[in-house]
T-cell receptor, first 111, second 115 residues
Framework: QKEVEQNSGPLSVPEGAIASLNCTYS??????FFWYRQYSGKSPELIMS????GDKEDGRFTAQLNKASQYVSLLIRDSQPSDSATYLC???????????FGTGTRLQVTL | EAQVTQNPRYLITVTGKKLTVTCSQN?????MSWYRQDPGLGLRQIYY???????DKGDVPEGYKVSRKEKRNFPLILESPSPNQTSLYFC??????????????FGPGTRLTVL
């Protein structure tokens, strides 16, 4: 059973701080990695995708991938109250016809 | 606007009464998928389709049926709903690249309650 693990949280950070969200996966051949944000009762929306080792930056968001250690992380700089949501990590191993999702980390940005 | 639509958005029904949740996408995506989301269990795949007339089971297919007669539509059918199918359902679509799904775009969700 391929697994994607996330700390459920809540992760609480003050406004303006850096939020660090982590995800580990079990399948070594995984090739594509995604971070989705989901507000309560709403659908997941894509924040970042990453395919190669290293960092990928998009605005306040940075995804980091380390395939040797089988983890992927998401950094949110200058956290805002509007960033308060559940963040889902998703992994595709390239051979399966699906994304495997973690159960998500709930982020709370406090004033 | 590129989007995935689902109907209905909310549905309350009774045990055993057949229902269909529709899903449609306008992005010409080959791949479509249905998920259910339950507290503490995350998103679990029910069925997926790689193209017209090509469907396969996901992780939790029991009690569900799907069909893919047109590229844009992928309805989810519950022939005899039971209370354990009360959940939040999402349809998603993506390109089908080199035999695999990539970034998936989600519909707004259907909240189903089976009494």
């Amino acid at each position: 059973q391929k697994e994607v693990e996330q700390n459920s949280g809540p992760l609480s950070v003050p406004e303006g701080a850096i939020a660090s969200l982590n995800c580990t996966y079990s399948d070594r051949v995984s090739q594509s990695f995604f971070w989705y944000r989901q507000y309560s009762g709403k659908s997941p929306e894509l924040i970042m995708s990453i395919y190669s080792n290293g960092d990928k930056e998009d605005g306040r968001f940075t995804a980091q991938l380390n395939k040797a250690s089988q983890y992927v992380s998401l950094l949110i700089r200058d956290s805002q109250p509007s960033d308060s949501a559940t963040y889902l990590c998703a992994v595709n191993d390239g051979t399966a016809s699906k994304l495997t999702f973690g159960t998500g980390t709930r982020l709370q940005v406090t004033l | 606007e590129a989007q995935v639509t689902q109907n209905p958005r909310y549905l309350i029904t009774v045990t055993g009464k057949k229902l269909t949740v529709t899903c449609s996408q306008n992005m010409n995506h080959e791949y479509m998928s249905w998920y259910r989301q339950d507290p503490g269990l995350g998103l679990r795949q029910i069925y997926y389709s790689m193209n017209v007339e090509a469907t396969d089971k996901g992780d939790v297919p029991e009690g569900y049926k799907v069909s893919r007669k047109e590229k844009r539509n992928f309805p989810l059918i519950l022939e005899s709903p039971s209370p354990n199918q009360t959940s939040l359902y999402f349809c998603a679509s993506s390109l089908w690249l080199a035999g695999t799904t990539d970034t998936q775009y989600f519909g707004p969700g259907t909240r189903l309650t089976v009494l």
